[in-house]
């Protein structure tokens, strides 16, 4: 396996700019799981690795009360829906 650079950015705008920076070379990784496979099995050979863990805003829920959308962050997990009180209470299944 190649040795890769891990980054890990605070905003949106940080891992944007860096990915710009580096396209051909980076590669995002939010859980890890794909990744990690595909760099293991040598399908993927990234020089960095741009973790999204530490964006708050990609795990955030957020309701926008005048028009009454949920917005859920990519990196908002099942566990994290499931536990929610403002999913339960405002969309019930």
Known sequence: MK???Y????????AIDFHGQHS?????????TDVIVKVKEGWSEPDYL????KIEEMSELHK???TQELSIGAMVT???LEKSLMIR????I
Request: proline share 6%; aromatic share 8%; no cysteine.
């Open 24 to 32: 051909e070379t980076a590669r995002y990784i939010g859980g890890g």
């Open 89 to 92: 209470n405002e969309y019930p």
């Open 64 to 66: 926008n009360d005048a």
């Open 78 to 80: 099942h566990a994290t």
């Open 3 to 5: 040795a890769f650079k």
């Open 50 to 53: 741009i973790s999204l863990k």
């Open 7 to 14: 980054v890990s950015p605070t905003t949106v705008e940080q």
